[in-house]
């Protein structure tokens, strides 16, 4: 057999723009519990539910019958093996597949999400042989859904509630139109094919999920299966519509209710006409989101990378957000406010940018922006320190590239900038003042954000670096983290320069009425201080940590890649001529790694180079050790920085430090990032499989360090 041009166990994904996706890995077995065809966000951008899992395929022709599908169950069995016979597998403009088949025609299978609807559409079509007999031709095709109606979280298990039942509604001749409902308490799923449908309702048992088994989680479940489609691929392609109905309660004047469909899929045509029409518009929709002009260095911003970036951006909330990671993150403000800047901001869709961070100036609560925005009922989170930090870097970033945009081309009025510029004031006058989970300004200058551990009301850990095992910080870092200090003095200089001449605040229009804060002086009070207090010239490196639980004088040493920040990665640098160099250089020789930016230094006592086992054991190597992607654009751009940061020092930065990965994603099945990788080689992916801010590292540093 001839080596596969692609990875079986790679993974796409279908967003539907609602926080809803369709997800599974290239071979078609499901190897984690989000994997599902139909996975729609109840609550948009969250609420999750897995309602159909996948489905199992074969093709019947005269030379026998060929599976196109395959489940994993346990112990470890693949069946059908319909890997066997893929040929190809190509993800644009979304995930097809090939199989071949015995008399040497194949069967191409195409699935895409329909952007801003919880629907999902599957076809497949005959190719080859067309001029052979036509009992040679006959071909029939047999599709069996798998169905659950569960949490994403969750796993499903046989159990005499779970409706088998399926509704018939009218339909034209050789359709079916039909629905299913689980489970009372969830959404239907409607159905729509050119086939037949015959009920025969099977429990299919013990699928089990390999990478759900791998991170120490319960791994099997049983599904449900109603009957089965029969579709003629001889007369032409196959198509199944299916999704979470949309229904609307209409009550006439004898107060009779009756359940009206909303969906206009379905409202002139047939399956076959409405799946070719939604077919067009996504085609349409996806070819506009590549960039016309060049923002790459190796030529036009690739198709593939420009609609992975646009998987993350979601309608939810009453506005548009960013999603942090597929399959099981939502919009976290720390993660979501940086992810913009490359998924957005780099790549020239200033417009998505203004609508995410306009509806995020509403949330921020105290000066303070959620970092977990409310859950499927679960309130806000408000434990990040650094969330609110970086929306500022968005938003000068923002207004400065729209700055820099043909008049005809900015999309910033007056008002959305007056708008955006009180909620930096807002936020800036709160952590001056002092507000929730210890944030406040020191006689030094300098922020210091969270609750000493020894306290009778212990806050949460306050930076990125969040992880907890046993309900206790790994890396809590309360006190005077580094990466704060340089945060909060990139917010009071980019204040400072929206300033009249007198060096006080323009209080922009709609601002709450208040004495403006001299942010010039704050700023140069904070840099002083830092230069004085972070850095150790012995080891020419930054501490990570001064005033430990604020503890006057005490300080963290330890060798991890938040003092980056100090000189990359921001609008601007608190450090800078020989110390900088020595600073990025150190870090480059014990941090950096071709997939990602080490947590850390290698020869700590406490470093954890493998990120693997249960929960507790890779939250103790969250951030002891893995290695970081997004981390990398910050390395690049310091080393370039520190080098003059003229062209050829940028470009040099790129080839070093994110060549290499740009390299593995261009040749990537499927154009997404994980989370985080292994510290220790081969650096093995881990984490979550599509996360934003990776990707939007690439792509911020593409823009900013391959062109400038």
């Not at 089965?228 to 309660?249: C, K, N, S, Y």
């Not at 006689?443 to 954000?449: E, F, I, K, P, S």
Request: with cysteine; net charge positive; aromatic share 8%.
């Amino acid at each position: 057999m001839r080596p596969l041009a692609f990875d079986l166990n790679a993974e796409w994904l279908e967003s539907d723009g609602c926080g809803g996706f369709a997800m599974g890995s290239v071979g078609g077995w499901r190897t984690r519990r989000y994997h599902g065809l139909l996975a729609p966000a109840l609550a948009p951008p969250s609420g999750r539910h897995v309602l159909v899992n996948g489905f199992d395929a074969f093709v019947e022709t005269a030379a026998g019958r060929t599976p196109l599908s395959t489940q994993a169950y346990a112990p470890s069995v693949l069946a059908p093996l319909g890997w066997a016979v893929l040929q190809e597998f190509r993800n644009e403009p979304w995930p097809t597949w090939r199989f071949a088949l015995p008399d040497g025609r194949s069967v191409v299978q195409e699935l895409f999400a329909v952007h801003g609807m919880p629907w999902v559409v599957v076809g497949w079509r005959l190719e080859g042989a067309q001029n052979a007999a036509r009992a040679a031709r006959a071909a029939r095709l047999i599709v069996r859904p798998f169905l659950s109606g569960r949490d994403a979280h969750a796993l499903h298990q046989a159990n005499d509630a779970f409706r088998f039942a399926t509704d018939h509604e009218p339909a034209r001749r050789g359709e079916s139109r039909l629905r299913w409902r689980p489970y009372e308490a969830l959404p239907a799923i409607a159905s729509a094919a050119n086939g037949a449908w015959r009920d025969e309702p099977h429990w299919y048992h013990r699928f089990r999920y390999a990478a759900d088994a791998a991170r120490g989680f319960d791994a099997e479940e049983s599904l449900g299966s109603p009957g089965e489609f029969t579709f003629d691929l001889a007369r032409g392609p196959a198509w199944w519509i299916v999704g979470q109905e949309q229904t609307a309660v209409r009550r006439d004047r004898r107060g009779r209710t009756t359940t009206v469909p909303l969906s206009p899929l379905l409202a002139k045509d047939g399956a076959a006409a409405a799946a070719l029409r939604l077919r067009r518009a996504e085609e349409e929709r996806r070819a506009a989101l590549v960039p016309a002009r060049s923002t790459r260095a190796r030529g036009a911003v690739a198709a593939p990378l420009a609609r992975a970036a646009a998987q993350f951006m979601v309608h939810g909330r009453g506005g548009m957000t960013v999603l942090a990671g597929y399959p099981w993150f939502t919009d976290w403000g720390r993660d979501s406010a940086i992810a913009v800047r490359g998924l957005c901001i780099a790549t020239g869709r200033r417009d998505a940018a203004l609508k995410v961070l306009s509806r995020w100036s509403q949330a921020l609560v105290e000066g303070v922006l959620p970092n977990r925005f409310p859950d499927h009922g679960a309130p806000p989170e408000f434990g990040a320190a650094d969330a609110s930090l970086w929306f500022v870097v968005a938003v000068e970033e923002l207004l400065a590239a729209d700055a820099r945009a043909p008049k005809r081309q900015r999309v910033v009025e007056p008002g959305a900038r007056a708008q955006l510029l009180s909620a930096c004031h807002s936020i800036v006058a709160a952590y001056a003042s002092g507000t929730r989970h210890g944030i406040r300004v020191d006689g030094d200058g300098l922020l210091a954000v969270g609750v000493a551990a020894d306290s009778e009301r212990p806050g949460v850990a306050p930076t990125w670096m969040d992880a907890r095992v046993d309900g206790r910080a790994v890396t809590p870092r309360v006190g005077k983290p580094v990466e704060l200090q340089a945060l909060w003095w990139n917010a009071l200089t980019f204040l400072a320069d929206t300033t009249a001449p007198g060096g006080r605040a323009v209080a922009p229009r709609g601002a709450a009425a208040s004495p403006p804060l001299p942010f010039a002086k704050l700023a140069a009070r904070c840099k002083r201080s830092f230069l004085a207090r972070f850095w150790d010239d012995a080891r020419g490196l930054l501490h990570d940590v001064v005033d430990v639980d604020h503890v006057a004088g005490t300080l963290h040493a330890s060798v991890r890649p938040n003092q980056l920040f100090a000189l990359g990665g921001l609008p601007r640098t608190l450090l800078s001529g020989p110390r900088a160099r020595r600073l990025v250089d150190a870090l480059a020789l014990q941090l950096w790694t071709p997939r990602g930016v080490r947590t850390l230094a290698p020869d700590d006592p406490r470093y954890r180079g493998r990120y693997e086992g249960g929960p507790r054991e890779r939250d103790a190597a969250y951030h002891q050790g893995s290695a970081w992607p997004w981390l990398l654009f910050p390395l690049a751009d310091a080393w370039a920085r520190s080098r003059g940061d003229r062209p050829a020092a940028r470009h040099a930065a790129f080839e070093r430090f994110l060549a290499p990965l740009a390299t593995e994603l261009e040749r990537a099945t499927v154009p997404h990032l994980p989370e985080l990788a292994d510290g220790d080689p081969p650096h093995d992916w881990r984490g979550c499989p599509m996360q934003a801010w990776s990707l939007a590292a690439l792509l911020q540093a593409e823009a900013s360090l391959a062109l400038r």
